[in-house]
C-alpha cells in the first residue's frame, strides 16, 4: 500500500510536466490556432539555454528559471513573425508540418553538436540554509538549496521533484488566471474570436499574438529549466515527451486551459500508477486512453464543440 | 554472319575476361549498419563509420590495388528497418559485410538475413549473447563483448564483494533480458538470490517509479539491465533519490565511456562495469584514440562500439588480402577468419572461436571521483583484468549448432 501512495507521487510530479507542457499548446493553439509540434524542441532548447548559462556564464539555476524562458520566447517571437504569422487563417495542416519541420531542423542541429547521450546539469545547491561548512559538526542543520530528499515514511522524496510539483502548480494557476480573469486574457480571447473587432478598439492584435506565441514557447522553456536536473539534458529530450503531451492536449480537449492543466496532473498519475502494475505498458497507457476517450467524447475531456 | 560470329567471340572473350576478374576481385563494400539518431547514436552512429574509415587507411589495400567503399544507414533501433536496409544492401548495393549493428533486437533480424543471403556480420555493438549460442551462424563473428561476459565479470565481482540480494531494473526487449537472464544465472550460481525485477520500456525518460520499486524491494544491489541513455537518466535518478546513500548499491552491467561523459563524474564516481576497450589503456589504445578524436565532431573518445569496428575490420582485411581477392562469400571468409589469431593495437592478441565468439581480455573498472581524474576522458581504474579465455561462455555449455561436441 505505502509503494502505491510513492507511486501516485511520482506520477503526480511527472503531471506537473506535462500540465507545464500541455498548458502551453493549448494557450498557442487557443489564441493562434497553431497545433505547435515545435513544443518539445523549445522545452529541449530551455534545458540547453540553462545548461549554457551555468556552463560558459556561471549562472545558476535560480537565474535560469527566469532568463531561459526569455531567450527562448524571444526565439519563439522571432519565429512567429517571421513564419508561422504567414499562416493565420489557413488550415491547421500548414502550422503542424512548418512547426514540426521546425522542431526537426533544431533538433537535427543540436544533435549533430551535442551527440545523443546528453549532458550533466546538477540539481542547485543553493542557497545554503544553516552551518553547511565543511567542519560543521556532524548534527549541525544543513540545507543545500534543493538536494537532498526527505522521508516521508511510505518513501522518500527528494526534495527537487516536490519543488517542482509545488513551482508547476503555481505557473499552471497563474497562467490561466492570466487567460481567463484579467483584461489582458479578456482582451486575448476576444482577438481569436474576431480580430478585426478588436482591432477597432485599438488594440494591436498581431502584437498580441506574437507575445502569446512568446509566452507558450515560454512556458515549454521553463518546463525545460525544471526538468534538466532531473533528465539529462539531450537533444531528443523533446521529442520524446511531446507525443504523449499531444495525446494530454487531445484528451483535455484542443485549446481548454483548465483541461490540459488536470489532465496533465491526471495522465501523470495514472502512468505512474501503470508503472507499479504493469510497466511494460508505460509508454502506451496514455494513447489508450486518448483513444477511449475520443471514442466515447471527439471533442475531449472540456472541449467545446467546434 | 561475319558480324555475328565476331560478336560472339568478342562476348565469350568478355565473358572470358570477367571470370578470371572475379578471381582476382579486389573489390569490397562495407555496410556500417547503425543507430545514426537515437539513444545508443554516441556509442556507435557516426564514430562507428569514421572507425570503418580509419580501418581502410590504416589497411594499406588501396595501395595494393583494392577498391572499397563504405556506406551507413540509420535503423533507428528498430528490427524491421534494419533488415529492410539490410537487405536492399545485399541485393542491390553488393554489401559485402556488416558491422556495428548495435541494438540486440536489430542484430538478430540481420543475424539471419546475413547467413541467407552469404554475407559477413562482424558485430561489435549488440550484447546479446544469443549470436553466439543458440543463434550463431558461420557468416557471424561477435567481436567485442557480450551479456554473458558482462554478467560473469560484472555480477561475479559484485556478489563476491558481498551484493548477495539483486533487483534488475531491465530495457524491456532482447538485449535487457538476455543481459537480466545471464547476470541472473551468475547471481544465483555464485551463492546470491534475485530478490525481483521491473522490466521499461526501451527509451524511458522517467525511472523514478521503478527506482522506488527497487528501493522497496531492500535488495543490496540495484542491476541495471539496460544501456545508453536509458542507462545514464536511471543513475542519475538513482542519485536523486538517495538509492545509493541509502545503502543499495548500483550496478551498471552495460556502461560505455560516453555515458559516463554525460553524465559527469560527479554523478557517475565509484560505479563498477565491464569493459573491453579502454582508450587510456596503452600506447597503442592512446595513439589510436588520439587520431579517433581528432577527427570526432565533438572531440570524443571511442567507444568500445567503435574500437570493435576498427579491429575488426582490420582483421578482416588481412584475411581477404591474404586470400588474395574477395570471394564474395560469406562463409569462406568468415572460416578464414576464424583460423589465424587476431592481433591489432586496440585489442591486443586474441582468437575467433568456432562459435563465432570473438576473445580478448575483459576488464572491470571503477569510475575515478572528480579530484582524481586529470582531464577531460580521464574516467577510468582498472580493478582487475579476466583472461579472455575465461570471460566469455566456455565452449563446453554452448548451445551452438556450428560447435562440435
Partial sequence: ?306 | MKHRISALLLGTALALAAGGAMAQDKTVKIGVLTDNSGLYSDLGGAGSTLAAQMAVEDSGLAAKGWKIDIVSADHQNKPDIGTTIARQWIDVEKVDIFVDVLNSGVALAVNNLVKEKNAVMINTGAATSDLTNTQCSPNTIHWVYDTYMLANSTGQALVKAGGDTWYFLTADYAFGHALERDTAAVVVKSGGKVIGTVRHPLNSSDFSSFLLQAQASKAKIVGMANAGGDTTNTIKQAAEFGIVSGGQKLAGLLLFINDVHSLGLKVAQGLNFTETFYWDLNDGTRAFSKRFSERMKNKAMPSMVQAGVYSGLIHYFKTIDAMGGNPHDGVKVVAKMKEAPTDDPLFGKGTIRADGRKLHPAYLFEVKKPAESKGPWDYYKLVGTTPGDQAFRPLSESACPLVKK
Wanted: with cysteine; glycine share 12%.
Fill in chain 1, 1 to 306: 500500500m505505502q509503494a502505491l501512495y510513492a507511486q501516485l507521487l511520482v506520477g503526480l510530479i511527472n503531471g506537473s510536466f506535462y500540465a507545464l507542457l500541455s498548458l502551453g499548446l493549448a494557450v498557442i493553439f487557443g489564441m493562434l490556432n497553431i497545433i505547435n509540434f515545435a513544443h518539445g524542441a523549445l522545452y529541449m532548447m530551455g534545458a540547453f539555454t540553462a545548461y549554457f548559462l551555468l556552463h560558459l556564464t556561471g549562472i545558476g539555476y535560480w537565474w535560469a528559471l527566469l532568463i531561459a524562458p526569455i531567450v527562448v520566447g524571444i526565439f519563439g517571437m522571432i519565429l512567429e513573425r517571421t513564419m508561422l504569422q504567414w499562416l493565420a487563417g489557413l488550415d491547421h495542416l500548414y502550422g503542424l508540418l512548418l512547426t514540426f519541420g521546425i522542431a526537426l531542423i533544431v533538433q537535427g542541429v543540436f544533435q549533430n553538436y551535442f551527440g545523443s547521450s546528453g549532458l550533466p546539469y546538477a540539481i542547485p545547491d543553493y542557497p545554503q540554509i544553516g552551518d553547511c561548512s565543511p567542519n560543521a559538526p556532524q548534527d549541525a542543520f544543513c540545507r543545500r538549496g534543493l538536494q537532498g530528499g526527505m522521508n516521508l515514511g511510505f518513501m522518500f522524496l527528494p526534495v527537487y521533484r516536490g519543488w517542482v510539483v509545488i513551482f508547476s502548480l503555481v505557473v499552471c494557476i497563474a497562467t490561466w488566471f492570466l487567460i481567463e480573469k484579467t483584461r489582458l486574457g479578456a482582451y486575448l480571447r476576444a482577438a481569436t474570436e474576431n480580430p478585426t473587432l478588436v482591432r477597432a478598439f485599438g488594440i494591436n492584435v498581431p502584437r498580441m499574438i506574437t507575445l502569446t506565441y512568446g509566452l507558450g514557447v515560454g512556458l515549454a522553456a521553463l518546463a525545460g529549466v525544471l526538468s534538466a536536473p532531473i533528465n539529462q539534458v539531450r537533444p531528443l529530450m523533446g521529442a520524446d515527451l511531446i507525443i504523449v503531451v499531444f495525446a494530454v492536449v487531445v484528451i483535455g480537449g484542443m485549446g481548454s486551459i483548465m483541461g490540459s492543466i488536470i489532465t496533465g496532473f491526471a495522465l501523470g498519475v495514472i502512468e505512474g500508477l501503470t508503472k507499479y502494475f504493469y510497466p511494460e505498458a508505460s509508454n502506451t497507457v496514455v494513447f489508450v486512453l486518448m483513444v477511449l476517450v475520443l471514442l466515447v467524447k471527439p471533442t475531449g475531456l472540456t472541449g467545446r464543440a467546434a
